[in-house]
Protein backbone atom coordinates (compact mmCIF):
# COMPACT_ATOMS: atom_id res chain seq x y z
CA UNK A 1 0.00 0.00 0.00
CA UNK A 2 1.24 3.62 -0.57
CA UNK A 3 0.61 6.74 0.69
CA UNK A 4 -1.40 9.18 -1.13
CA UNK A 5 1.88 11.66 -0.86
CA UNK A 6 4.06 9.18 -3.29
CA UNK A 7 7.47 8.90 -1.75
CA UNK A 8 7.58 5.24 -3.08
CA UNK A 9 9.41 5.75 -6.08
CA UNK A 10 6.11 5.12 -7.90
CA UNK A 11 6.47 8.30 -10.57
CA UNK A 12 9.62 7.34 -11.60
CA UNK A 13 8.28 3.89 -12.69
CA UNK A 14 5.12 5.35 -14.25
CA UNK A 15 7.29 7.72 -16.36
CA UNK A 16 9.23 4.87 -17.29
CA UNK A 17 6.40 3.46 -18.54
CA UNK A 18 5.00 6.32 -20.19
CA UNK A 19 7.98 6.79 -22.32
CA UNK A 20 8.66 3.31 -23.58
CA UNK A 21 5.19 3.45 -25.19
CA UNK A 22 5.66 7.04 -26.85
CA UNK A 23 9.02 5.63 -28.08
CA UNK A 24 7.71 2.59 -29.67
CA UNK A 25 4.28 4.17 -30.75
CA UNK A 26 5.89 4.80 -33.99
CA UNK A 27 6.80 0.88 -34.70
CA UNK A 28 3.80 -0.37 -33.75
CA UNK A 29 0.80 1.91 -35.11
CA UNK A 30 0.55 3.82 -37.97
CA UNK A 31 0.86 7.45 -38.19
CA UNK A 32 -2.07 9.81 -37.21
CA UNK A 33 -2.82 12.74 -39.23
CA UNK A 34 -2.65 14.85 -35.42
CA UNK A 35 1.02 13.43 -35.22
CA UNK A 36 2.57 15.39 -38.59
CA UNK A 37 0.29 18.67 -37.25
CA UNK A 38 1.42 19.05 -33.97
CA UNK A 39 3.93 21.50 -33.59
CA UNK A 40 4.17 25.40 -34.08
CA UNK A 41 5.09 25.53 -37.62
CA UNK A 42 2.91 25.53 -41.02
CA UNK A 43 2.46 21.98 -42.20
CA UNK A 44 2.18 21.60 -46.18
CA UNK A 45 0.78 17.92 -47.20
CA UNK A 46 0.99 17.34 -50.46
CA UNK A 47 -0.99 14.41 -51.90
CA UNK A 48 -0.63 11.74 -54.93
CA UNK A 49 -3.03 9.48 -56.29
CA UNK A 50 -0.67 8.42 -59.21
CA UNK A 51 3.15 7.87 -58.90
CA UNK A 52 3.46 10.64 -62.27
CA UNK A 53 2.24 12.97 -60.03
CA UNK A 54 4.54 12.22 -57.29
CA UNK A 55 7.72 11.99 -58.93
CA UNK A 56 7.08 14.97 -60.80
CA UNK A 57 4.91 17.72 -59.35
CA UNK A 58 4.75 17.00 -55.78
CA UNK A 59 8.53 17.19 -55.59
CA UNK A 60 8.48 20.13 -57.70
CA UNK A 61 6.20 21.48 -55.27
CA UNK A 62 7.95 20.81 -52.19
CA UNK A 63 11.35 22.12 -53.50
CA UNK A 64 9.34 25.38 -54.38
CA UNK A 65 7.72 25.33 -50.68
CA UNK A 66 11.14 24.70 -48.90
CA UNK A 67 12.84 27.59 -50.82
CA UNK A 68 10.79 30.32 -50.45
CA UNK A 69 9.79 29.22 -47.26
CA UNK A 70 13.54 29.07 -45.84
CA UNK A 71 12.75 26.18 -43.46
CA UNK A 72 10.00 27.54 -41.66
CA UNK A 73 7.35 24.71 -43.16
CA UNK A 74 7.51 21.27 -42.64
CA UNK A 75 6.03 19.15 -46.20
CA UNK A 76 4.92 15.58 -46.15
CA UNK A 77 4.16 13.64 -48.92
CA UNK A 78 0.95 11.76 -48.32
CA UNK A 79 0.31 9.01 -51.22
CA UNK A 80 -2.86 7.18 -52.01
CA UNK A 81 -3.03 3.34 -51.20
CA UNK A 82 -0.91 1.47 -53.59
CA UNK A 83 1.52 4.69 -54.96
CA UNK A 84 4.80 3.58 -55.14
CA UNK A 85 7.73 6.38 -55.95
CA UNK A 86 11.15 6.20 -56.47
CA UNK A 87 11.54 10.22 -56.21
CA UNK A 88 15.33 9.69 -56.30
CA UNK A 89 15.54 10.08 -52.19
CA UNK A 90 14.55 13.57 -53.26
CA UNK A 91 10.67 13.06 -51.94
CA UNK A 92 9.93 14.87 -48.46
CA UNK A 93 9.14 12.13 -45.74
CA UNK A 94 6.34 10.21 -47.04
CA UNK A 95 3.00 8.59 -45.04
CA UNK A 96 0.54 5.74 -47.25
CA UNK A 97 -3.11 6.45 -46.52
CA UNK A 98 -3.00 3.45 -46.56
CA UNK A 99 -7.14 2.89 -45.91
CA UNK A 100 -7.88 5.81 -47.79
CA UNK A 101 -8.57 7.74 -44.46
CA UNK A 102 -6.89 10.58 -45.85
CA UNK A 103 -8.37 10.67 -49.19
CA UNK A 104 -11.87 10.30 -47.85
CA UNK A 105 -12.23 12.94 -45.16
CA UNK A 106 -10.54 15.52 -47.13
CA UNK A 107 -11.90 14.69 -50.20
CA UNK A 108 -8.38 14.60 -51.88
CA UNK A 109 -7.68 13.84 -55.82
CA UNK A 110 -5.36 14.09 -58.40
CA UNK A 111 -2.24 15.26 -57.19
CA UNK A 112 -3.25 18.49 -54.43
CA UNK A 113 -1.67 19.89 -51.60
CA UNK A 114 -2.65 21.14 -48.47
CA UNK A 115 -1.35 23.97 -46.67
CA UNK A 116 -2.24 23.72 -42.69
CA UNK A 117 -1.78 26.55 -40.29
CA UNK A 118 -0.08 25.92 -36.91
CA UNK A 119 -3.86 26.32 -35.29
CA UNK A 120 -4.55 23.06 -37.37
CA UNK A 121 -6.95 24.92 -39.86
CA UNK A 122 -6.78 24.66 -43.48
CA UNK A 123 -5.35 27.67 -44.92
CA UNK A 124 -4.86 26.69 -48.57
CA UNK A 125 -5.97 23.92 -50.60
CA UNK A 126 -4.07 23.80 -54.20
CA UNK A 127 -3.94 22.04 -57.07
CA UNK A 128 -0.10 21.04 -57.45
CA UNK A 129 -0.30 21.48 -61.67
CA UNK A 130 -0.37 25.54 -60.18
CA UNK A 131 2.43 26.25 -57.47
CA UNK A 132 1.92 29.96 -58.39
CA UNK A 133 -1.50 29.89 -55.49
CA UNK A 134 0.89 28.48 -52.76
CA UNK A 135 3.03 30.82 -53.47
CA UNK A 136 1.39 33.98 -53.50
CA UNK A 137 -0.41 32.51 -50.47
CA UNK A 138 2.62 32.94 -48.40
CA UNK A 139 3.74 36.13 -49.95
CA UNK A 140 0.01 37.69 -49.06
CA UNK A 141 -0.38 35.95 -45.38
CA UNK A 142 3.39 35.51 -44.00
CA UNK A 143 4.89 38.19 -46.20
CA UNK A 144 7.70 36.07 -48.13
Known sequence: MHPPTGAQGMNTGIQDAYNWRGRWRWWCFPVRLFDLLSGVDHVLLLYADAAEAADGQLLACARQAREEMRGRLRVYAVLAPGVQTDGGGELPPTV?????????????????GFLVRPDGYLGLRFDLKDPGQLSGHLRTVLGF
Open 96 to 112: HDGEGAFRQRYDARGAE
